[in-house]
């Protein structure tokens, strides 16, 4: 992960631990996106919706590490060259378990028919701390009022031209 770096936030240091990730954006026929809902351990009742993926190991490409995290949190196995280049990047700051990171991360688009979701492969924290997973139109997911990370995944489906009406019906897998 490296060096943690420092910043000053209202006249007090905050330590962010530097972290590069991948993240899957996961689109179905009907248009809908695969997202899990999980929360802080640190903060139980901070709940959110997030997308697939997570850190990369050292030396770990982010189209390898994309394909390895999908594979654990989905059962979804591909060769990283299927997802191509990521679609969209940014960097974010968060806490969690009461460890505070600045993540680089990328986004890759892929899109499947239909896919039942294997959460066998989670880990020991994605166990603990992921409550469920739901496909979401973009549309339902904007208004929902629920929080969902990146802020701007409606209007990055739409601007990657994801369908926000198609599949009106809502699927939990």
Avoid: K
Avoid at 11 to 18: E, F, L, M, S
């Amino acid at each position: 992960m490296g060096d943690p770096s420092s910043v000053w936030q209202a006249g007090a240091v905050t330590v962010y631990t530097p972290r590069r990730a991948a993240r899957v954006l996961l689109v179905d026929a009907a248009g809908r996106v695969l997202l899990f809902e999980g929360f802080d351990p640190a903060r139980p009742g901070h709940r959110y919706w997030f997308t697939p993926g997570g850190g990369l190991d050292p030396s770990e490409s982010p189209a390898a590490g994309a394909a390895r995290e999908l594979a654990e949190e989905t059962g979804l196995r591909l060769d990283p060259a299927q997802l191509g280049e990521p679609v969209w990047s940014d960097a974010t700051e968060f806490s969690f378990d009461g460890i505070w990171y600045r993540q680089e991360q990328d986004f890759f688009l892929f899109q499947v028919d239909s896919w039942r979701v294997d959460t066998t492969g989670f880990n020991d924290i994605e166990r603990r701390s992921i409550a469920d997973h739901r496909w979401w139109v973009p549309d339902e997911l904007a208004a929902s009022g629920d929080r969902f990370y990146p802020p701007e995944l409606p209007a990055l489906l739409t601007r990657l031209g994801q369908s926000t009406a198609a599949g009106q019906g809502e699927a939990s897998c």
